[in-house]
């Protein structure tokens, strides 16, 4: 137990020294963002290690890395080894979140001068040996990793072999991550679906490596380059060059130059595309808790407002109670208080119905049927036969489907006149025309209230055609009067588009 325990807490320490996390678990998928050997990171410090992204995939599952001698190839080769490795132990890597790694069942290198002289094995015998104990026990779940993949003997024959070995291992569909400085090797990248060539990159300038790979590329070895800076003479170097074919050289080197600045171009896109991809992921997310917090917050009001209508009735039957014990008689009491206690209940059974009032519906407005024809905030207008008229929503009520549909019963109209309201047919009415807006606006709202105080139903506003303004202070002064039950435009015959018949509750 306390071996286990101590294992345990040494990959705790380990992770935790290199500052590492644990990758999402894939099926068949390798996407490493901005790996880092975990070594040189213990060794040369975070900061002076470059990190990679190391990236295969289930179609693509080969990677061919080329470059320059010093550029890192063999690092990178051996950077996503241990890390698969490490990973497989239950021990944390350096990765970027979102990184996702996959478990092989098998992982076989080739990594090194396998050079052994009490063997008699020279540098290329020792690589095929190696790969020769391992060629047939590998499958589709099995990580092989190849350096110099067809080094240390002729080129020409090296190279055939090393893409003889490529074609093997992708009728295996193996994940295959190789190193190369061979011509068709790279030429062979660069046509199959199955590997993705890659270069590590290199400034021209300072002929110095920048230990980062660039995809869907590939790199020079810059072996004249690198001689020169290791310490060869310049003569010698200079003599070199004039042995190369001049043509065929100088047109490959641009031909590779130019991927490279492709490869570099590709690169960049593709780190804007992923940076795109997670704000919009992030702007999905916010959007949806948005979407969360204005349903609770539209259902929060609806039962503030319930609540605020419940206790209305509350106070309404209150006041009705203190009413009663002024009454004397006893039986108009009790009628009294019936109706009203009828009255609190239909409105709650309203309130608990109608949650929604969707145009186009049939409702029931005082005991009539009547279709909606447009919404508007607390206000709807309803139809009856060739009537139209605006109502609030809290006098809609659903048709229950035993109740009889009523004709609309007649009505008497009492108009009780006070000073200030004047009286014509049955209503009182009020002329706004030929003043300001905010002079009929005032006027408007002490004539309602005078007409609500004195008993009046109905009342005539006449405001005219012309621009309009008047007419929409009228309907804004109607809509924000509470005691108002419905409002709608003169018949031709009491004045039409110029005048607004409202009913006060």
Known sequence: VLVHLDWLLAKAKFGNDIGGRFPELSPSEVNLRNTKHPLLVLNLGDQNVVPIDLILDSKSRGLVITGPNTGGKTVALKTLGLNVLLFQMGIPIICDEGSKLRVFDKVFTDIGDEQNIEQNLSTFA???????????????????????????????????????????FEKLNAYVVVTTHHT????????SPYYTPASVLFDEETLKPLYRLAYNTVGGSHALEIAYKLGIRKDIIERARQYLHAEVSAEYERATQQLQKYA??????????EELKRKIAESEEKVRKLKEELEREKLRRWKGALKEAEDFLIKLKSEALKRLDQIKDKKEAEKLLEELSKEVREKKEKLSQIEEVKEGEKYLYRGSEVKVLQVKGKKVLVQSGALKLWVSVSDLEKPKPTEPIKSPPERKVEVKVEKGVPKKK?????????KTADEAREELIRFL?????????????????GTGVLKRVTEEVLEETPYVA??????????????TIAQLE
Not at 144 to 150: K, R, S, T, Y
Not at 184 to 190: E, H, M, R
Not at 449 to 465: C, E, P, T
């Open 426 to 434: 049955g209503m009182a009415e009020i002329d706004l025309r030929g």
């Open 264 to 273: 570099q171009e590709y690169h960049l896109k593709l780190k804007e595309v």
């Open 486 to 499: 419905f409002y709608r435009e003169g018949t031709p015959q009491e004045g039409g588009a110029g005048v």
């Open 449 to 465: 209230d005078r007409a609500q105080v004195s008993g009046v139903k109905l009342v005539r506003i006449i405001h005219g055609i």
């Open 184 to 191: 068709p090797i790279k030429l062979y990248a660069l046509e």
């Open 126 to 168: 020792g690589h095929i040996k190696n790969i020769a104990d391992f060629l047939y026990k590998v499958d589709s779940n099995t990580l092989v990793l190849l350096d110099e993949l067809g080094a240390g003997t002729d080129p020409v024959e090296g190279s055939a072999l090393g893409r003889a070995l490529l074609e093997y």
